[in-house]
Nanobody, 122 residues
Framework: VQLQASGGGLVQPGGSLNLSCAVS????????VGWFRQAPGKEREGVAC????????FNSDLMKGRFTIHRDNAKNMAYLQMNSLQPEDTAVYFC????????????????WGQGTQVTVSS
């Protein structure tokens, strides 16, 4: 099983990025997909989760208002659209998959990608 996150980069404050997660080795429609991030010196935290049934979880109302999570099961892909990015959003972003449940508890996830760097700076 492999997950590969991509789409990160350097963006100015207020800008947008669309992260992608390519999944291989499993049928994504059997899994919930989560996005996590880890800033330097901090623990990895959940950002958003999209269940196989379409239910969504966000870490905070602030993220819910700026980030959109969606998936394309036919392509085995998941996405995180991030708008109004701020310097505090700077982190390595990871996608992950967990069977059946929807959660932002990172310890419950079965599979992880390698991460993509997002840097928000002027």
């Amino acid at each position: 099983v492999q997950l590969q996150a991509s789409g990160g980069g350097l963006v100015q404050p207020g800008g947008s990025l669309n992260l992608s997660c390519a999944v291989s080795g499993v049928a994504l429609d059997r899994y919930s997909v989560g996005w996590f991030r880890q800033a330097p010196g901090k623990e990895r935290e959940g950002v958003a989760c999209l269940s196989r049934h379409g239910g969504k979880l966000f870490n905070s109302d602030l993220m819910k208002g700026r980030f959109t999570i969606h998936r394309d099961n036919a392509k085995n892909m998941a996405y995180l659209q991030m708008n109004s990015l701020q310097p505090e959003d700077t982190a390595v972003y990871f996608c992950a998959a967990v069977r059946e449940i929807a959660t932002l508890n990172k310890s419950l996830y079965d599979y992880w990608g390698q991460g993509t760097q997002v840097t928000v700076s002027s």
